[in-house]
């Protein structure tokens, strides 16, 4: 089995999964709870947070899988991006787990990872495909020739599309992460209420903060109790830009590119709306698109890994 780690940001996750893509524990610890009063992920809280959880996930995830180390024939783990304290503690973990057993380690790109979570059991999606990967911290469009194989199309030039979920509903006081609260209040309002621009950038990239400062604007012109009542459209109308925006680039991606089969990872692919919008195309299972280690392990499985003892040096990185 594969021993999958995943700490980049604020999920403290260990997962095994079995060398042809069966996820036999999936165990994700999220902070959201300890961040959610500053509005945001504290990266220093966030390390100590991993640092305290680490050990405990691990072990719940091999009691899972009814699996003990001896079972492990390697580790994963994320070696970035992301926040580098938070990717320390999980690189950490990982080397001292492979290196006391002689085991060789594979450190995972997060976004790999993601893409990765397309891979796994019971219904694996094989590349070649279009990939739209919509997360907290990115929001890219990949095109997938073979496992390992693939050509960047395009990227957001500003905030990432998961963030602008965040922004939007930290405006409509939904609290942190908002991405889940803003898709339920979506559904009780009207998505034509505001008509909220989406911005127009040359190629395939996005761009999302012109949208947020439109929400910002209409919030404001409101009184507290007509924010009250038109909160769901607000709500709905911003949702169905940011879908429009994600759901048009994926069309023209895959008219310009040919390759009409489309694939959604990521945070943001957990929204209903999306899903909806995108209804032919693969969508991650629920329980992959936000941060996990099975996605890591599963990408561990088409990355070189490094033998025993040369990864005590590696190091995590924070951007690419
Ligand atoms: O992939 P992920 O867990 O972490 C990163 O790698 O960034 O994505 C988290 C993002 C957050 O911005 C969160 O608000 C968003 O995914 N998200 C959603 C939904 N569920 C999570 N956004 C819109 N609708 C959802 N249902
Ligand atoms: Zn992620």
Redesign the pocket.
């Known amino acids: 089995m594969i021993l999958g780690i995943e700490t ?2 604020d ?1 403290t996750a260990a997962a095994l999964i079995t060398e042809d893509g069966e996820i036999r524990a999936n165990v994700v610890s999220s902070q959201a709870d300890l961040h959610a009063r500053y509005g945001g992920v504290v990266p220093e809280v966030a390390s100590r947070r991993h640092l305290e959880l680490i050990s405990p996930v691990i072990r719940e995830a091999l009691s899972e899988a009814g699996a003990t180390l001896d079972d492990v024939d390697r580790v994963a783990v994320t070696r970035g991006p992301g926040l580098i304290g938070a990717l320390l503690v999980g690189v950490a973990a990982a080397k001292a787990i492979a290196w006391s057993r002689r085991l060789p380690l594979v450190p995972v790109d ?1 976004l790999d990872g ?1 893409v990765a979570s397309l891979y796994l059991k019971p219904g694996p999606v094989e590349p070649p495909f279009l990939c739209l990967l919509a ?4 929001t890219m469009l990949i095109l997938v020739r073979a496992h390992g194989e693939q050509e960047l199309l395009g990227t957001t030039l500003d905030d ?1 599309a ?2 602008a ?2 922004k939007g ?1 930290r405006l409509l006081g939904l609290g942190y ?4 609260e ?2 339920r209040l979506a559904r009780e309002g009207d998505p034509g209420a505001y008509d909220f621009p989406v911005a127009r950038v040359p190629g395939l990239d996005f761009s999302f903060s012109g949208l947020k400062t439109a929400l910002l604007y209409a919030v404001r012109a409101l009184a507290p109790d007509e924010l009250a009542a038109r909160k769901a459209d607000l709500a709905a109308s911003y949702q169905h830009a940011i879908v429009r925006a994600l759901v048009g680039r994926v069309r023209e991606a895959a008219e310009q590119s040919g390759q009409e089969r489309i694939a959604v990872v ?3 692919a ?3 709306e ?1 899903r909806a919008s995108l209804s032919g195309a693969s969508l991650a299972p629920l329980s992959l ?3 996990n280690a099975a996605m890591i392990a599963s990408a561990a499985r088409y990355t070189g890994a490094l033998v025993y003892p040369a990864y005590l040096g590696l190091d995590a990185f924070a951007s690419r």
């Open positions: 980049s940001c999920e997060h993601h997360s907290g911290g990115h990432a998961g963030e979920f965040d509903a992460p908002g991405g889940r803003l898709d990521g945070g943001v957990a929204n209903s999306l698109c936000t941060d």
